[in-house]
């Protein structure tokens, strides 16, 4: 399984911009497929997940701004970030796992494949 991610950049305060994550490789439609971010000098923390293809969860910190989906069809996650903020700054990556269970989704180290990353960059 390779993951790429695409579609950081540098943006304003409130500004939005969408992530794009293509997996190529074994990847079956029940495979869960997460967003994190690690912003310099912090650990990598959780965003959002699509879980087995079923329900989207979200980090309290970016709901209500943050929408993930998916496109089965070309093996595809999308996160669109609205209203961003100077402290959603960090290298966003994906992660893919056919293994994880529902309490675990936050946890990086439950995820066996990962996207190189995309730099987000929101200035005040």
């Known amino acids: 399984v390779q993951l790429q991610a695409s579609g950081g950049g540098l943006v304003q305060t409130g500004g939005s911009l969408r992530l794009s994550c293509a997996a190529s490789g074994h990847i079956v439609r029940s495979s869960t497929m997460t967003w994190f971010r690690q912003a310099p000098g912090k650990e990598r923390e959780f965003v959002a997940c699509?879980?087995?293809?079923?329900?989207?969860y979200y980090a309290d910190s970016v709901k209500g701004r943050f929408t993930m989906s998916r496109d089965n069809a070309k093996n595809q996650v999308y996160l669109q970030m609205n209203s961003l903020k100077p402290e959603d700054t960090a290298v966003y990556y994906c992660a893919l796992s056919n293994r994880v269970i529902l309490s675990t989704i936050r946890a990086p180290g439950q995820y066996g494949y990962w996207g190189q990353g995309t730099l987000v960059t929101v200035s005040s």
């Open positions: 699509n879980f087995r293809n079923t329900n989207t």
